[in-house]
């Protein structure tokens, strides 16, 4: 399942400048999801996104990544990831709202996510977005000193799977830095005690991506927008995580 990679270490500097990066990133995301509400339009989202990170002094790092036309991503419902903002689509009540965010200052990235609701949801889409954000909680807590990638891809499976729900297979969280998108890849499942070890200064942004229904998805015309293939409800969090000699440290505590 890993292929070999060589994992940037981060030094001491780069940590304090992704700290800052992942801070806007995690400040920005928590200032739109607060004004998550029936009736917004996911373009509105998107322009409160762009508008945040720019009074920050910092650049939304989707927009015109590998052609990316927005800044923020706004998946809703059977939506897992990538969906694009439009003046024409709009929250409604009873919907799950999936906001990925990420930011580059001064040279360095921040990227966050988090599911949030839009007035009152059901029952099932709650629990769905709870296992979720748990499961990201269970990676985090493998983010230590010589444990290995698979101890942290198997505590998101292991945590999905015993509440009866399925991690998305096809997209997978990663190594960030100056990049967005660094070695390693990091699948939300996998063996335990596989794959490379974690070593201080690692820096990983750890995404569960669960559905409700089958792992299975497919991406619409757009080419971006991801949705299950059984049109039941995705749930998706990220944090940037760096590993420490005392232990994990989340570098976008507001996501």
């Not at 989202?45 to 790092?61: H, M, Q, T, V």
């Amino acid at each position: 399942m890993f292929r070999s990679a060589a994992i940037d270490i981060k030094s001491p500097k780069e940590l304090t400048l992704l700290r800052a990066a992942g801070l806007a990133a995690s400040e920005v995301l928590a200032f739109v999801a607060a004004r998550v509400a029936p009736g917004v339009s996911t373009a509105e989202l998107d322009e409160l996104a762009a508008s945040e990170i720019s009074r920050r002094k910092g650049k939304p790092a989707f927009l015109g990544y590998r052609g990316y036309p927005a800044s923020l991503c706004v998946s809703i419902n059977d939506e897992v990831v990538h969906g694009i903002p439009r003046k024409d689509r709009f929250v409604r009540e009873g919907d799950i709202v999936g906001l990925d965010f990420g930011c580059v200052l001064k040279g360095y990235y921040g990227d966050c996510a988090v599911t949030v609701p839009a007035g009152r949801i059901s029952d099932k889409a709650r629990r769905l977005m709870d296992v979720t954000r748990e499961s990201l909680g269970k990676a985090i807590e493998q983010m230590r000193q010589d444990r290995r990638l698979g101890d942290v891809s198997s505590a998101v499976q292991s945590h999905v799977e015993a509440a009866g729900f399925s991690v998305v297979r096809e997209f997978v969280g990663h190594g960030i830095g100056r990049a967005l998108h660094e070695d390693p890849a990091v699948p939300n499942f996998g063996q335990p005690g596989t794959g490379p070890r974690l070593r201080p200064g690692m820096v990983l942004a750890l995404e569960p991506m669960v559905n409700e229904g089958v792992s299975d998805v497919k991406v619409l015309g757009d080419q971006w927008t991801a949705v299950t293939c059984d049109g039941a409800l995705s749930a998706h969090f990220e944090h940037m995580v760096a590993v420490t000699e005392d232990g994990p440290e989340i570098l976008t505590k507001n996501g």
